[in-house]
Every structure is written in structure tokens, then in C-alpha cells.
């Protein structure tokens, strides 16, 4: 059977997910859960309970095997599904091989330079982004991987191989704070920082500073050190939280200062990044 | 009162308006370009339009003059000498714009300002030119004060083009417009970057695609190698040239005359454009024969301008509307196949017939009138400018937008163009513009611009006015440019403030 993928939507033109003009892909499923997520809606896949099936206002939702079933001319975009979903999930979401969404990728040529794939973690489809950005490539589309870098890429070498680089959120340094924010790994991350690294493959390094849950200090010197003479040359993007669309603990919590962010791009400088961004 | 009278005691007008006013009020008591009945017929039905051009054409409608030729020789006339540095230059150019007319009393080509000022710069400073640059540039915003003034830059990568965009973005002015002829391979990323910067902060320059403009004139002898300029709302004409006149076909009104497609397609559009044809011929005629101006004019003289590399403009607007009325609810321009098609086939059929004609005093067009997507001006409602798809009714994915422009712009070369607001943090990654204009070039778009949506400089049917000015207008009170006049009547009966926001 052909792999595919959950694709939770393809966004044909964005001005963030990388260098240019690209269509940004997003996979849905997560393997951790932050507590600042945008878009807690992408972390689960729909585990069929149903309830959002009586709750569609438009009626573009149905049972159909044991599973809910997405009616995308019929739905209205209202978001209720996601609204009423307990588990972080959304039924608005189809299963795509990686030609289907190349297709889709490809209709946007010549306005867009090309494609990055973002989640969820999209790192969890490793293989299925290995067969689009082959084809990406053929085409003449560059290929970037927006990850959390809790996946393993040491396993994926091959991915490697077809993508131009890894957008790469590094969310904090310490080991407890980053199991407290995220509930994963930071190992995995240092690890996937260090052979991305070596192999040229960061396109960018991203942290979101959330005042009183990272510690953006540590991480900054901790990357730098990581990346020893790479740091000049690495390019690394600061990001206020936003409350934007978080449930949960952060829900209400505010955005770091002007100043702060100013004094964190000061720090970063003086760590020896040659391109600090704010955002 | 008389319309004499009302324009005499007008509180909402400047001096300089009224005097503009009452010219063209006293040019209108005359009537001399006889029309046939068949012109006046479609004209009282509002379906061809003379764009309130005058009666009595004593100037062509867009002049312009070889700028680089004035700089090389000075002027005779004007008793100029041929400049020795750049101050001089900018004061003979001063000087020549006080005496180049137009449509709209004042020149609406100022220069192809970069390949002019570059071989004046050497020996000065950035900090030296950058101040010159702002006062000649604030000098054309408040004495030529028209919108539909034009300056040109590329498509080569110069210290004068850079300076001259550093000064736009800081001065901040609507006057005047600047376009870049932009070709990939010829105009370098960098300084592409630098411009769409720049568009980011000023909504100036808009972009031509150079590579399909460069052709459309014949080169002057001894004058710059591509023989194009952009004027006023995006006329391509030719240089030391330009254009005796654009009169238009309202397709939106042309419609409402309609019993069937087949009834405009094979009746009522062939009998207007040929009465437009007509009328035009008889207006190029008095022009050049009986107004004496290119028998008298300096620029003329001291071979500035050539009368055999004037064009007419035939126009055409409203296209939207037409196809909405002709295929009723339910086939909208610009999504749906069928009223595209539709679309495609009035302008084949104009075209064709526009380029079967045999037009006077057309040497430069090869004897032919050359088409023009009109854009409309002042509050007119009902017709959305050109082949543009009305402000509500664009496509979501901003890639069929411009497929959909791309396809229409085949048809006109003397000009057609669209304008599309950003989302204002596109500033952070100009590559994403760089890469859209790449793209829409690529597949035969021939202009584009855009302005961040939440600029105080935004864009009209080409022209840039203030929102600022506007709202003054609009409160009674006088304004210096008066196509903030134009511009707040348009803005507000064509919904302009909801143009989707592109690159969201």
C-alpha cells in the first residue's frame, strides 16, 4: 500500500515558514505537548469518539466504519469539531500520499521557491517527507523541515539526503525544563543540534521565550557551545509567546517585554550569532 | 451659477485647481472634432468615453520627452546650458517641467531618473546626494503635484537608482510615481530587494516586466535602447514620444445595451469600437493638423519629443461588470471558467479589430492604435478598472489572481496593471515578493504593485495619494494634489480599503 500521510492543510503561500516565497505543508500528530502550542488542534490523531460529529453545525461531519468521517465542500470552517474535541485532535484531516500533495505543491510553481513541512512533527512521516521532497526536488522546488527535534534524525539520514535544511526549534536547555514545557526529551534535541550541525543542515534555530517557563539564557549559550565556530554563520530567530490560540495553563499568561527581547538579542550577539532575528 | 462661477468661488479648490478648471471649462466652449451618430449614440449611453480629455486638444495627452537627449544638449528655448554637474541638471530639469504639458496641465513623466542622474554622481558623496535627491523629489511632489506624474528606474543596478529609493522611502511622497523595469538576470536580486524594501515603506515603485515591454517601440536614433516608458497609471508608451490621446470602450455600460453575448460579441462591440476608432482618428487628426502644437512646441523643436513616436490609446474598462451582466449570478470574472472564456473573447475581438485599423499619424505604433487597460479615474462606480476582477470578488489563492492577470495582459501593450495590498510584514522577507514577481514575469504578467495594507500611501487605480490627504478633501477642505481629488471619490465608491490582503 502506498504511505500517506495526515495532512491537517497546505497553506500555498506563507511569509514565516522559511527564506522566500513557500507553500508550507502540515502534517498532523505531535509527539509532545507544549504548553504554548498555537495549534493544540494538530498534537492527536482523531481517535473516532465522535463527539464532534453531532456538534457540526453544517452536517459535514459522519460516522462511517467506526471512524468520523470530513466532508470538505460541506464544511463551513466554523472550527466547532475543534472547539468540542477533547483530545486535541481534529477530524479535519486527509490522508495523503506524498503525490497527491506534491500535485498540490507543484500547481503553485513558478510563484513559490518551495515547500516546507511543518506539524504536528512532521519528523513522525519521515519517510512519507523523504518521497515528496524527492519529488519537490525533481521539480526544482528547495525542501526545509520544520521540526521540534524530538525525533531521532541519526534514523533518517536519508531524509537528510533530499531536504536543504531543518527549521529547528530548540524550546529550552535544561533537561526538567524542557520535560516540564513540552513533556519530551531535550537530549533527543542536542543530539539532532549537534549532527545537523556537522552536516550543514540548520536552516534556522528557533526559541520562543515564555517568561517564567524556559530559560532562553541557557539555551542561547548551550546552542552556541554546541555549535562552536558555526554559531557566526547559524541563523537564530527569538520569539515572543503569543497567547494566540493556547488553551491550557499559558492561556491568559503575557508576552515577554520589548526590553526583554531586546536584552536576549544582545546575549545572543555577544554569544557570536551573526543573525539574530526577532519576532 | 455658471460652471464658471462655481469653479471661481469654490472653497475646496487651490489657486493653480482653479486655474486648471476654468482652462479646461473655456476649451469645452469649443467643438471642433466632429463626431458621427453612430459615436453619439453609444456616447449619451455612457458606453465609449472621451475620458473628459477636452474638446479641443491643443496638447497631447502624455508627453514624454527624452530626458537623457535634454541632459546631453540643454535647451535653445529655455536658454539652457548643457549641464556640468548635478546640481545643474536637477535645475534644468526643474525648469523643463514647468514648460512640458499634458492631459493634466503639468508633465507626467519626469525622467528615467536613475540612467539620468548616474553619470552626474561622480566625486560626490552619499551624504552629498542623498539631500539633493529629497529636495528635487519634494520639488516634483509639490509643484507638479499630480498623481499621474511618473519616474522610471532599471532595470540595470545603479548608485543612482539606489540613492533615488533610499531618498523615496525617506521623504515619503505620492508625486512622484516611480516604476522599475525589473528583468531576472538583468536587474540583480540585491538591488530588486532594495526596491521591493522600499515599496514595503512607501508603496513606491511598482515593477513592469521589462522583458516584455522592451520590444514594443522601436528605439529613437541616438536614444535609449529599450524606447518604452511608464507614465501616469501604467501607459507603456514610447519615449521622446507618447501618447495624443487614450479614449475607451465602457464594456460595464456596453452591457447594459446587451440582449445576448452573441448581441454585444457580434453587434454592439464591433459598431462602438469602430465608432471609437473613428472619433479617435478625427481627434489624432486636429491635434496634428489644425492645433499647431507640434508645429510650434520647443520640445518638438530641440527634438525632446518626435511627433511620428506619439501613439493613440485605444481603451477599455469595465470588464467585470460586463461579463456579470451577460452571464447573470453564478459566473464570476475571475473564477469561473466560463465568464473567463467569455472575457477572453470580447478581448480577442477588440483587439482584433482595434489592430486591423488603420490609425493616422501612427508611425511608431506600425500604423496601429495600441490597447490600453484603462483604470479609471475619479468616483466613477460601476466600472471596475480595465480587465481587473472587482475589490470582493478576487480569488482566495493569490496564485490564481495573477494567473488570471497574466492571461488578460496579453492583449494590451500600451499598458494594463494590477495592485494588490500586503500584509505589512512582508518587510521581513522581501525574497517572498521577489519570488511572486519572479513568478508573475515569468508567465507573461506584464505590471504589478503592491502596498503594505496599513500604509498612509496607497494606490488608486495606479496613482498614489495620502489617505491623509483624503480625508481632508473629504472634510471641504483644500489639498495640494489634486488627484487626492480623484483618489478619495474612487477609494471610497470602489470599496478600495477592502482590496484583499495579499501574502497573508
Request: charged letters at 25%; one cysteine or more.
Amino acid at each position: 500500500m502506498e504511505l500517506t500521510a495526515p495532512v491537517n492543510k497546505v497553506i500555498p503561500f506563507s511569509l514565516v515558514d522559511g527564506p522566500g516565497s513557500r507553500c508550507s505543508v502540515f502534517l498532523q500528530g505531535c509527539n509532545i505537548a507544549c504548553a504554548y502550542c498555537h495549534n493544540p488542534e494538530t498534537q492527536n490523531l482523531c481517535l473516532g469518539c465522535g463527539l464532534c460529529v453531532e456538534q457540526c453545525p453544517a452536517g459535514a461531519l459522519s460516522w462511517e466504519n467506526g471512524r468520523v468521517r470530513w466532508d470538505k465542500d460541506a464544511c463551513v470552517q466554523c472550527d466547532t469539531c475543534i472547539h468540542v474535541c477533547p483530545h486535541k485532535a481534529s477530524p479535519k484531516i486527509e490522508w495523503l500520499t506524498p503525490g497527491e500533495v506534491f500535485e498540490t505543491v507543484h500547481s503553485y510553481q513558478p510563484f513559490i521557491r518551495g515547500v516546507t513541512v511543518s506539524g504536528g512533527e512532521c519528523m513522525l512521516r519521515a519517510d512519507w517527507m523523504r518521497e515528496l521532497f524527492a519529488l519537490c526536488r525533481a521539480a526544482g522546488l528547495g525542501t526545509l523541515i520544520d521540526s521540534n527535534g524530538c525525533v531521532p534524525f541519526e534514523e533518517h539520514l536519508d531524509l537528510l539526503d533530499v531536504a536543504d535544511g531543518v527549521m529547528l526549534d530548540v524550546k529550552a536547555w535544561d533537561e526538567g525544563t524542557f520535560a516540564r514545557l513540552t513533556s519530551g526529551d531535550v537530549c533527543v534535541v542536542k543530539r539532532n543540534l549537534a549532527l545537523l550541525a556537522e552536516r550543514n543542515k540548520i536552516e534556522e534555530l528557533r526559541i520562543v521565550v515564555v517568561p517564567g517557563w524556559n530559560d532562553p539564557e541557557a539555551t542561547i549559550a548551550g546552542i552556541a557551545d554546541a555549535l562552536g565556530e558555526k554559531t557566526a554563520t547559524t541563523k537564530l530567530k527569538l520569539i515572543r509567546f503569543r497567547r494566540f490560540g493556547v488553551v491550557g495553563a499559558l492561556a491568559n499568561a503575557n508576552s515577554p517585554t520589548d526590553e526583554r527581547m531586546s536584552e536576549l538579542e544582545a546575549l545572543a550577539r555577544e554569544a557570536g550569532f551573526g543573525q539574530v532575528e526577532l519576532r | 451659477m455658471s460652471e464658471f462661477m462655481d469653479i471661481i468661488t469654490a472653497s475646496n479648490l487651490t489657486y493653480g485647481q482653479k486655474l486648471i478648471h476654468l482652462a479646461q471649462a473655456a476649451e469645452n466652449c469649443e467643438h471642433p472634432i466632429p463626431t458621427t451618430p453612430e459615436f453619439d449614440w453609444f456616447f449619451e449611453r455612457d458606453a465609449i468615453c472621451d475620458m473628459h480629455e477636452g474638446n479641443a486638444p491643443y496638447r497631447p495627452r502624455y508627453i514624454c520627452c527624452d530626458m537623457e537627449r535634454f541632459a546631453r544638449q540643454g535647451s535653445d528655448f529655455l536658454r539652457l546650458d548643457a549641464p556640468d554637474n548635478l546640481d545643474d541638471l536637477l535645475m534644468n530639469l526643474q525648469i523643463l517641467y514647468q514648460n512640458v504639458p499634458s492631459v493634466t496641465g503639468r508633465p507626467v513623466y519626469v525622467g528615467q531618473l536613475d540612467r539620468l542622474f548616474d553619470p552626474y554622481l561622480d566625486g560626490l558623496s552619499d551624504e552629498e546626494i542623498l539631500p539633493r535627491f529629497k529636495r528635487f523629489l519634494n520639488y516634483i511632489d509639490r509643484t507638479v503635484a499630480s498623481g499621474y506624474c511618473h519616474a522610471n528606474l532599471g532595470p540595470e543596478d545603479t548608485r543612482a537608482g539606489r540613492l533615488l529609493l533610499q531618498a523615496d522611502a525617506e521623504v515619503q511622497n505620492a508625486v512622484p510615481n516611480f516604476t522599475l523595469k525589473y528583468e531576472e538576470g538583468i536587474t540583480p536580486d540585491d538591488f530588486a530587494r532594495l526596491a521591493l524594501k522600499t515599496s514595503m515603506a512607501c508603496a513606491n515603485p511598482a515593477y513592469a516586466n521589462h522583458r516584455m515591454h522592451k520590444h514594443t517601440y522601436a528605439a529613437p536614433v541616438d536614444g535609449p535602447a529599450d524606447g518604452y516608458t511608464v507614465v501616469s497609471c501604467y501607459n507603456v508608451l514610447p519615449i521622446r514620444g507618447g501618447a495624443y490621446c487614450l479614449d475607451r470602450v465602457k464594456l460595464s455600460q456596453l452591457a447594459d445595451l446587451a440582449t445576448s453575448p452573441e448581441h454585444l460579441l457580434n453587434e454592439l462591440l464591433p459598431n462602438a469600437t469602430g465608432a471609437l476608432l473613428e472619433y479617435m482618428d478625427a481627434r489624432i487628426k486636429f491635434l496634428v493638423e489644425d492645433s499647431n502644437f507640434f508645429q510650434t512646441s520647443f520640445l518638438v523643436r530641440e527634438g525632446l519629443i518626435d511627433r511620428d513616436r506619439f501613439v493613440g490609446m485605444f481603451g477599455m474598462i469595465g470588464m467585470h461588470e460586463c461579463i456579470e451582466k451577460l452571464l447573470g449570478p453564478g459566473h464570476v470574472y475571475g473564477t469561473d471558467p466560463e465568464a473567463n472564456d467569455l472575457a477572453d473573447q470580447i478581448m480577442t475581438k477588440m483587439t482584433a479589430q482595434v489592430q486591423a485599423w488603420d490609425a493616422p499619424y501612427s508611425e511608431i505604433g506600425n500604423g496601429r492604435y495600441m490597447m490600453h487597460a484603462q483604470a479609471g479615474f475619479g468616483d466613477q462606480t460601476s466600472s471596475t478598472p480595465g480587465v481587473r476582477i472587482r475589490v470582493g470578488e478576487e480569488p482566495e489563492v493569490f496564485f490564481d489572481h495573477l494567473r488570471h492577470c497574466a492571461r488578460m495582459h496579453r492583449f494590451f501593450k500600451a499598458g494594463v496593471s494590477d495592485i494588490f495590498p500586503v500584509e505589512p510584514t512582508a518587510a521581513q522577507n522581501v525574497d517572498a515578493l521577489l519570488d511572486v514577481i519572479k513568478g508573475a514575469f515569468a508567465i507573461d504578467d506584464t505590471y504589478l504593485s503592491f502596498y503594505p495594507s496599513d500604509s498612509d500611501l496607497v494606490r488608486i487605480t495606479g496613482f498614489l495619494v495620502k489617505r491623509s490627504e483624503m480625508e481632508k478633501f473629504a472634510r471641504g477642505e483644500a489639498v495640494l494634489a489634486d488627484t487626492s481629488h480623484d483618489g478619495e471619490g474612487n477609494w471610497r465608491a470602489n470599496h478600495l480599503a477592502d482590496r484583499k490582503v495579499r501574502l497573508g
